[in-house]
């Protein structure tokens, strides 16, 4: 067996500790790049090299992909970061991953690694081959540069800007081109060699920009979304299409009481518009309150974005601590990947969560309530809730900002009640802000009959005149609500629930805008309903009865609305509800997976369970730690210059016995490097020469090796018994 010439040059000296430091500081972690930097090019300031071998570097790869595996599963199922976001965090890490493959190739004193390393089937047709003796030749590669491409793309990934990236990646390529070859007598030729490392940084830089346009962009988008309910924007007046996905993202349990027909997942009070280039953006968000308006709040626990902390004892979190002893007739379970601030699909008037794996639980005055720092990616939260006939928690009573709307939408507005025969509308004046209406009161009790005639009007006009579409083409220069009340006669349910919600604190009625899942499609165990993304729905929460009162005793007056109810509003023609027909066999597969996942990760993070696992991965990762250290410090070999092609490697690489003899060694100690085999194995097996001398020395040989196999094998046997005869 002989090595072919090495494939690829290995990269000039310093060039790869140049580009560690490039990618730490891109990505502005400076001692980690300094670190990669020191231990890649200590080989040059150092003579220290180990004779991997083929199984060496096979190791070494093997090593990597177990990390690879590691990470990727630490990040996927991470609690902190989604998918996209786990995805570009993964691939920003791959110098670090593949580290163990870079190190053996920069310690080596073989010439590089060999291509076979990389493939299991190529190694295991070169083991046939030896076996029936035909020739086997290694093509070793250098991979330095392929791993110096690892590292520019890793470091555009993890780059804040693209100018100091583009810049960054275009001198080490000139750097890397420029030194590859001692000759620079050429000055065209050099010159062409730079506009080379010119479009080759450029097409890294490319690639780059490209993953982190689609996976940091989705980040952000995702980081938006739903994660805190401080802020969600509608798609009013800005979607085409409208895509739902068939994606998992929670399950839902019923143990006792009534299945709820909808699980909320935040509620909103503030109606934003904002304009800009002739365009209108609509979109809803929850507000601080005010501290004038507090009830029960309680600054020790607030932490910020109009969050405060529940309750906690043990693993249980309550809103108020009176709730721990109140009977609950509802009990429910969610089970989710999850992320922190994730927030939580819950039925009406929950009163406690039990058994929960996270630090804390946040809720905000509205009752949207999210986790915070979840132990593990998929949780399983028990809860425990009052009656579910009445929207009736631990939500604020309703205040004057329950009235706002959006300027540019108030005419059109009073415009639809006015084409219902309305005109009793209460009066108007402009809000402090400038963009929203605000309306004069006096302490009166509002007429939940002739609220509640309203809401049937519209409802009636809402069926008949009005449909459910996903596919729009709204005009972005209109205000969106009056737009769908006007022109477009139908949306989405994010139209149905907004317009509702508008409509309803035009004609005076306190409403909010709510997001959730409706509980709609069953799973296969019992009790269990699938809340997928196209299950996402809108709705509004309208405040029916009560009477307003000032609260301020002096000064500016504060508004309340007090004595009513909280009502759920859903206006949407019942046409939304997808099917609950299967998708094929990669849906099912999808489904298998997720729920699959989610379950796995739950089980993994029960006491017993966690600890035991804990045990096995850190007893593991030592037992490969000391069985790396072990094996490094048996194949320590000499100075690279004089390992690499010298007469000791060549014998030992075409060595027929040569782990025999290793194992040999073990026992009696190494072979002198004066002293040739056949006089070693003379004392200790004598009946291999022959056949070693004629394998390794005769041209002409052809034979099978299958007798020095076996002769090999027989006499470790005899060895090993020779050992216990003499002990």
Not at 290 to 306: A, M, Y
Not at 573 to 596: N, R
Not at 605 to 630: D, E
Request: charged share 25%.
């Amino acid at each position: 067996m002989r090595e072919e010439e090495v494939m690829l040059k290995a990269p000039p000296r310093l060039l790869l500790g140049v580009a560690f430091l490039f990618w730490g500081a891109m990505g502005n972690y400076p001692f980690v790049g300094l670190l990669g930097a020191v231990v890649f090019e200590a080989r040059h300031w150092t003579s220290l090299r180990w004779n991997f071998g083929e199984k060496g570097f096979v190791r070494a790869w093997q090593l990597c992909m177990v990390i690879l595996v590691i990470v990727a599963v630490r990040f996927l199922s991470s609690d902190d970061e989604r998918t996209a976001a786990a995805s570009l965090e993964l691939l920003s890490w791959l110098p670090f991953i593949f580290m163990p493959l870079g190190l053996a190739q920069q310690y080596a004193a073989n010439r590089g690694v060999p291509l076979t390393s990389f493939s299991y089937f190529a190694r295991r047709k070169i083991k046939l081959d030896r076996e029936v003796g035909r020739l086997v030749r290694l093509y070793p590669a250098q991979i330095g540069f392929p791993y110096l491409g690892i590292i520019l793309v890793s470091a555009g990934l993890v780059s804040p800007s693209r100018q100091s990236y583009g810049l960054g990646v275009i001198f080490l390529f000139g750097i890397g081109l420029y030194f590859m070859s001692g000759e620079r007598k050429r000055p065209l030729a050099w010159a062409l060699s730079y506009v080379s490392a010119v479009l080759l940084a450029g097409f890294f830089s490319w690639v780059a920009i490209y993953l982190y346009d689609r996976l940091g962009a989705d980040r952000s988008m995702q980081d938006n979304e739903l994660a805190s309910a401080r802020e969600t924007r509608t798609q009013l007046g800005q979607v085409g299409k409208l895509q739902l996905s068939p994606t998992i993202d929670w399950r839902y349990f019923q143990k006792e009481g009534a299945v709820p027909r909808r699980l909320c997942l935040a509620v909103y009070d503030d109606p934003k518009s904002e304009r800009s280039n002739f365009r209108v953006k609509s979109y809803w968000q929850a507000r601080n309150r005010l501290r004038k308006w507090v009830e029960k709040g309680d600054s020790k626990r607030d932490v910020g974005g109009g969050f405060e902390s529940l309750y906690q004892k043990e693993k249980s979190f309550i809103y108020e601590p009176e709730f721990f002893e109140k009977e609950a007739s509802h009990q429910s379970r969610v089970v989710g990947l999850v992320s922190d601030e994730s927030l939580i699909p819950l039925p009406r008037n929950v009163l406690r969560f039990d058994r929960v794996a996270t630090q804390g639980i946040d809720a905000n005055w509205q009752g949207s309530t999210r986790l915070s720092d979840p132990d593990h990616g998929a949780l399983s939260i028990d809860i425990e809730s009052g009656s579910q006939d009445e929207l009736s928690s631990i939500d604020l009573d309703p205040s004057i900002r329950d009235l706002e709307i959006p300027l540019w939408e108030f005419d059109g507005l009073s415009a639809y009640w006015k084409t219902l025969g309305v005109e009793d509308l209460p009066k108007r004046v402009m809000g402090s802000r400038g963009s929203t209406h605000k309306f004069e009161w006096s302490a009166r009790e509002n007429d939940r009959r002739e609220q509640e005639v309203l809401l049937r009007m519209m409802q009636a006009d809402f069926e008949q005149n009005y449909s459910y579409s996903l596919e729009l083409d709204p005009n972005p220069r209109l205000p969106p609500v009056t737009h769908f009340l006007k022109d477009m006669k139908g949306g989405h349910c994010e139209y149905f629930a907004s317009a509702s919600a508008l409509l309803l604190r035009r004609a005076g009625i306190p409403t909010r805008y709510a997001i959730g899942y409706v509980v709609y499609e069953k799973g296969s165990s019992p009790g269990e309903f699938l809340l997928r993304g196209k299950h996402a729905h809108a709705w509004t929460q309208a405040y029916f009865g009560g009477t307003w009162t000032n609260e301020a005793g002096v000064g500016k007056p504060v508004w309340r609305c007090r004595g009513g109810e909280w009502v759920d509003v859903d206006l949407t023609p019942s046409s939304w509800l997808p099917s609950s027909e299967g998708g094929g066999w990669l849906q099912d597969f999808s489904d298998w997976w997720q729920t699959s996942l989610a379950d796995t990760i739950v089980w993994f993070s029960g006491k017993v369970v966690s600890f035991v696992v804990k045990l096995l991965l850190v007893g593991a990762l030592l037992f490969i730690l000391i069985r790396v250290v072990w094996s490094l410090w048996k194949t320590k070999g000499g100075h690279t210059e004089e390992a690499i092609g010298s007469w000791r490697a060549r014998s030992r690489s075409e060595n027929p016995l040569a782990d025999f003899e290793t194992w040999l060694a073990k026992r009696v100690g190494p072979r002198p490097s004066s002293l040739p085999l056949a006089e070693w194995l003379r004392e200790k097996a004598p009946e291999l020469i022959p056949l070693y001398q004629e394998i390794r020395f005769d041209p002409a040989y052809s034979g099978q090796r299958d007798a020095l196999e076996r002769g090999e094998k027989d006499a470790r046997e005899r060895l090993k018994n020779e050992v216990t005869k003499n002990t």
